[in-house]
């Protein structure tokens, strides 16, 4: 009898055993899918392909709706599109399901800082500045520049701007800020400086030669200020600042 009981609990614990593989490696198999989906979706994005990228992330999602990695991309996705709301909550999903993703904090404050919820965004940056282990700080440093800066708060704004390039000197986007935020403070030699030195770590962005030719007009530098707003057509010629800067040209 015990012998036909050890067999009969061997026999179960057999059965329990290659369930439990079965449906191991079942939630492997569905996990590598929506994975493979999730990357064909971030493809996608990186060509600025939007129905078959938003189509395939859909998918990923449908199969393994508690991907981290999933929520984050579809926040991308609809920060992208301008729907920030729909872009906080998907981040905020991540962020639930993985926690230590920290990164989505600074995504979280991007999008409320472009929805123009300053206190939201600074919040959010502010975590992140706190947050000692956090890799990249001067990244919400630099935003939450931004965010003081639409509050027009200036001094609190290149205070920040000024952490961040402590941390990254050459953080060219910290360097246009702090270029535009020394403007508004009336700071223009200090803002032509800071704004000549963005555009000689990158000579591509409009928006920095636009701030530049304010800055010298400001000082009185004509012929700079034209050829500065010129260089903003000539870069994007169809763009709405290409339009504001054919005005001042002409101003």
Same mark, same amino acid.
């Given at each position: 009898m015990k012998a036909t009981h050890m067999c009969k609990m061997l026999c179960m614990l057999l059965i329990f055993f290659l369930s439990s593989c079965a449906t191991s490696k079942e939630d492997v198999m569905i996990k590598d899918k929506a994975e493979a989906l999730r990357k064909l979706g971030e493809a996608y994005m990186a060509e600025n392909k939007t129905a078959p990228a938003f189509r395939k992330l859909k998918e990923a999602e449908k199969i393994d709706p508690d991907d981290p990695f999933t929520q984050f991309d579809l926040?991308?996705?609809?920060?992208?599109?301008?729907?920030?709301?729909l872009a906080i909550k998907r981040y905020q999903r991540c962020m639930e399901l993985k926690p230590d993703f920290a990164s989505?904090?600074?995504n979280i404050g991007?999008?409320?800082l472009h929805k123009g919820d300053y206190d939201k965004a600074i919040e959010n940056f502010?975590? %992140?500045?706190?947050?000692? *282990?956090? @890799?990249?700080?001067?990244?919400p440093l630099a935003n939450?520049?931004?965010?003081?800066?639409?509050k027009n708060d200036f001094h609190l704004a290149?205070?920040?701007?000024?952490?961040?390039?402590? %941390?990254?000197?050459?953080? *060219?986007? @910290?360097?246009h800020w702090l270029g535009r935020t020394q403007l508004a403070l009336g700071?223009?030699?200090e803002a032509i400086q800071n704004l000549e030195k963005a555009i000689q770590i990158n000579p591509s962005v409009p928006e920095i030669y636009f701030d530049l030719g304010k800055s010298y007009r400001a000082m009185g530098l004509k012929k700079k200020s034209k050829s500065a707003?010129?260089?903003?057509?000539?870069?994007n010629p169809e763009g709405e600042l290409a339009a504001q800067a054919k005005k001042e040209i002409h101003h």
């Open positions: 926040g991308i996705f609809y920060f992208n599109k301008k729907k920030y709301d989505v904090r600074n991007l999008a409320y502010k975590e %992140l500045t706190d947050n000692y *282990v956090y @890799a990249t700080p001067h990244y939450m520049g931004q965010a003081y800066y639409y290149e205070k920040y701007l000024k952490e961040a390039l402590d %941390l990254e000197p050459r953080f *060219v986007i @910290a360097i700071k223009t030699s707003f010129q260089r903003v057509v000539d870069l």
